[in-house]
Structure formats: structure tokens, C-alpha cells
């Protein structure tokens, strides 16, 4: 895998610090060389629910902006995002209204970074379902699971 | 464990094949010996919500359709069913009104398809949930994870 | 890890009998050190959404309730508590209205649970949403992973 941390500097991208887990617990657990990340949502606290309050397109920012929270905490938990071997799985809440259709196209949002980000190691498995409302009214959350490279 | 092809073939079960991703991502990812398959629909594009648009029985044979999607992936993925060494984890995720409340009894759809078609391997853990909205207005998704003989 | 069976006696916690499966599926399920817990809800068989018919801090007594029935399918499948490594991942269900906006605040009944049973080890990533509706009208369902000591 190329540095990863130069492909962040190429895109412009620029890491925010971890957020602070919103409760109790942790913003990441390793399991042998399986890392899980807890929910994230996007920065800037935006509050409302796709098919009422936004729209698909800034539906699929807020997924960006989410797993640009995700990279934040892998960052932080590994020293380096070179240690990421692949992005295995990717879970999307979408806090969205009883007729909203296209939770898919929210998504896209995180799954894009993570292809920009990664390269083929960014490929992964996901899933994607509407919420009735998630905390704080975020539009989206994050939740994933990564392989990583073990020191 | 007996010759799941041929397990198949004596249920009457014929696979399809593996639809395409909805969206930028792959169908599966493996992680050690651990395949996580993204969230599979019933074919056929059904549209509606248990407890309005479908019944119970409506809701665990669109259960059961995903669970096929599911198989059909697992098939693409491992060249053979046989390399399956059991059924992990399965999540649903049921489009579902706020008063609806049998939703295990929809996820029962895809849990008796693993049973019938793995025997004591496709025992699994699971979880079941009623979503606000689902991509494409889908009845049911199905989230889930195996674990594989590797080559 | 000092003896957890102690450490729950200390808490004045005496562990349930590990409820039956809600359907056709098992309460657990193996693959290498990472058990996979299926989905609990609180004892009592409580019906109601957050949001409407309970508070916050009923929330929070029901998901600790749930965690207790997910300690007790540990117990079951372990033979003792002792053989948790760690807590690895928490999902809350929460069965809410479209305004809630503390599921987090629900979710850490559980997390607090786990944090008191087993201490530096209950650290866990987890995630929480709201769900449109549960079976049975159940207030929160916790869906679980951990990592074991393998014989």
C-alpha cells in the first residue's frame, strides 16, 4: 500500500482530531487483528433526518464527513493509517423518514473515502437501513470494523 | 458436513446469481477466516413495510428470498457452499411500521433457510430490529457474517 | 482479571437463567476467541418505545436489564465469566420515537454494566440507533460480541 498519509495530503484531506466518545465506553476495540470502531457521525453537529430535513446529497456529505470521524479515531488508535490492511465492513444508520429510498446513496459518501483513502484495501462489505432518529438528531452514523497490520 | 450442492438441489433450492451491489462496494469481505457478506434483499424488487404493505408470513418468505441472495454470494465468493464451516451472525433489518412487533418471526424466514440448507452448521446468532425506511422501499434486508474453511 | 463471579456478588448481582431464544436460532455462537451474542432484551417482557412511554432513565434501567440477560447467556455459554477477555462491541436497539435523541444515554445502562462487571476489560466500541419498532414492543435490544478464553 502506497503512504497513505501522503494520499490524505493529495486529496486535501485534512484529519480532524478523535472525537470524544459521547458516552461511556471507547471509540475503539482491537480483537486479534480486528479493529471495531464505534459509531461516528459527522462533525459540525448538524441535526435533522434525510427525506425531511436533507437531502441525498448533502446526505452523502454527511456520510463523508462521518467517516472522516472513523479515519480520525483509526489515526489515533494505530499512529498511522498505513497499518489499515483492509476496511472489512462498514454499517450506515441513517436517520431518515418512513418513504426516504435511497439510504444506499447516502452511504456512498463514507464508502467513496474510504476508496479514495485506500485504494483496493478500501473495498468492504456494508450495510445500510433508516433509523427511526439516532442521538443527538445526527443524520448519520458510522459504524465499522477494520483489519489492521498487528506492531 | 454432507455436500451442501447436493443438499440444494434435493430442497429444490436453485441459486441465483449473485445480484450486483446496490451501491460502491463489494458483496463480501473476508478477514481471517471470518466472510462478511453486505446487506442482502429478497429479489424480485418488492416494495412496503411489515405491518402496513405485507403480513407476517408475506414478511418471512421475503426473509427467506434475501437469505437465497445471501447463499447466491457465498457461492460466488467461495467457488462452493461446502467451505462454509457455519453460519456466524445474522442481522435483519425489517422495513417496519412503529406498531409492528414479529419481527423474529419475519428474520425466522432466512434462519430456517441456513438450518435447511446447513443442518448444525447454519445454527447462528442473530439480532432483528424494525428499520424506519430501507433502500429501494426493500421489505427486508439481511446482514451476515460466516465463517469459511480457507484454501 | 480478578474472579467475576466474586466481583458480581460484591454488585448484588444475582445473573438470570439464560432466556430462551426468541425464535429459531441460538443464543450464541463461535468463531475462533470472538463470541457473537444474539440480540436481548430486558426481562419483565416491558412493551414501549422511548420517546413516548418511557424515559430516558427507564431507558437506561431496561438496557442495563437487557445486559444482565446478555451476562447470563455468557455465564451459559461459558461456564464461567471468568473466561471474558474483553467486552468488544455493544449495538443498542432502541425502540424510539422519531424526536428521541438520548439513545446513547439508554445504551450506557448496559455499558455501565459491563464496565462494573469486568472493569478495565468491559471497555468496549459500540454503536446505538433508534429503531422504528422491536418484537414484542421490547424497549431496547443489545446485540453483543466478545472476545474468550478458549479452553
Known amino acids: 500500500m502506497s503512504n497513505i498519509m ?3 495530503q493529495s486529496l486535501g484531506i485534512v484529519l480532524p482530531a478523535a472525537s470524544e ?3 461511556r465506553y471507547t471509540n475503539y476495540a482491537l480483537a486479534g487483528d480486528l479493529l471495531f470502531i464505534s459509531g461516528k457521525g459527522p462533525s459540525g453537529k448538524p441535526k435533522g433526518k434525510l427525506g425531511i430535513d436533507y437531502t441525498t446529497e448533502e446526505g452523502y456529505r454527511y456520510a463523508r464527513l462521518a467517516g472522516l470521524e472513523v479515519l480520525a479515531v483509526l489515526a489515533e488508535a494505530l499512529g498511522s493509517l498505513n497499518r489499515v490492511r483492509r476496511v472489512v ?4 444508520f441513517v436517520n431518515a423518514s418512513p418513504d426516504f429510498e ?20 478500501g473495498l468492504h ?5 433508516g433509523a427511526s432518529s439516532l442521538r443527538d438528531h445526527l443524520p448519520v452514523i458510522i459504524d465499522s470494523v477494520f483489519e489492521i497490520v498487528l506492531d
Open 89 to 92: 465492513k462498514i454499517q450506515g
Open 6 to 8: 501522503d494520499r490524505l
Open 125 to 129: 462489505a456494508r450495510s445500510v437501513l
Open 21 to 23: 466518545p459521547a458516552a
Open 102 to 121: 435511497e439510504h444506499h446513496k447516502v452511504l456512498n459518501g463514507c464508502s467513496d473515502l474510504m476508496l479514495d483513502v485506500f485504494g483496493e484495501h
